[in-house]
């Protein structure tokens, strides 16, 4: 398997442009988790869908942000209208279990909004 | 919600000495404590985890530590080697449906 596969690896966009960030989970997993990593707040959960239903997602910052789970093979994190604030690496993981089993993560969008 | 707090923030070792790293949580209902290390560019990667009915596991040069009644929990390793210059996570969760709180990192070097 070739692992979390996260498209794009970097994206610019002007503030105030949609965005959107895909996610494709390791075959047969049946957890799925988007989190953001910034230097002032560190690895923050964002949403976590178990068999493509969101369970958890208080840590989705505002109504800008929001996150779909299709089928088991693909999912998407969209932020309209985006910020400067929301500039950040952006991870998608999956796992086997839930929050209780080895979460393996994908190389990250790096995102920048000017 | 699960509060993790990790020290030191970043670490300098010498290659071949030990490096420690601690993590203390405040969720006592927290019972999996896995460590992960990220390289540069590159997402976090597991390196080890204990569940709460383990005080110490071991994996070749990596061990980690746990007090439940302390509540905290150490990641040691031995013998340090240049690849093992990274950011090195610690996270807690309750189970299954609760989520992997994160502590903010430790950036270690080990120089050579």
């Known amino acids: 398997d070739a692992g979390v596969i996260q498209s794009p690896r970097h994206e610019v966009t002007e503030m105030g442009q949609e965005v959107t960030l895909r996610c494709k989970p390791i075959s047969g997993h049946n957890s799925l988790f988007w989190y953001r990593q910034t230097m002032m707040r560190g690895l923050e959960l964002l949403i976590y869908f178990n068999n493509n239903v969101p369970i958890d997602d208080s840590g989705m910052p505002e109504d800008r942000f929001s996150a779909k789970m299709p089928n088991a093979s693909f999912s998407t994190l969209k932020i309209q209208p985006s910020e400067p604030r929301d500039s950040a690496v952006y991870f998608c993981?999956?796992?086997?279990?839930?929050?209780?089993?080895?979460?393996?993560f994908g190389q990250g969008t790096r995102l920048t909004v000017v | 919600g699960e509060n993790v707090e990790q020290h030191p923030s970043t670490l300098s070792v010498q290659e071949g000495d030990s490096a420690v790293i601690k993590c203390t949580y405040s969720d006592s209902a927290s019972n999996y404590f896995p460590w992960y290390k990220q390289e540069l560019g590159k997402g976090p990667q597991l390196i080890i985890d204990i569940r709460s009915n383990v005080g110490e596991k071991k994996d070749q040069r990596i061990a980690v530590t746990l007090n439940k009644t302390a509540k905290h929990f150490s990641l040691h390793i031995t013998e340090t080697q240049p690849e093992d210059s990274a950011v090195y996570f610690c996270?807690?969760?309750?189970?299954?449906?609760?989520?992997?709180?994160f502590g903010a990192g430790t950036t270690v070097t080990v120089r050579a």
């Open positions: 993981a999956s796992s086997i279990g839930g929050a209780d089993t080895e979460a393996f």
């Open positions: 996270a807690a969760s309750r189970g299954n449906d609760y989520k992997l709180s």
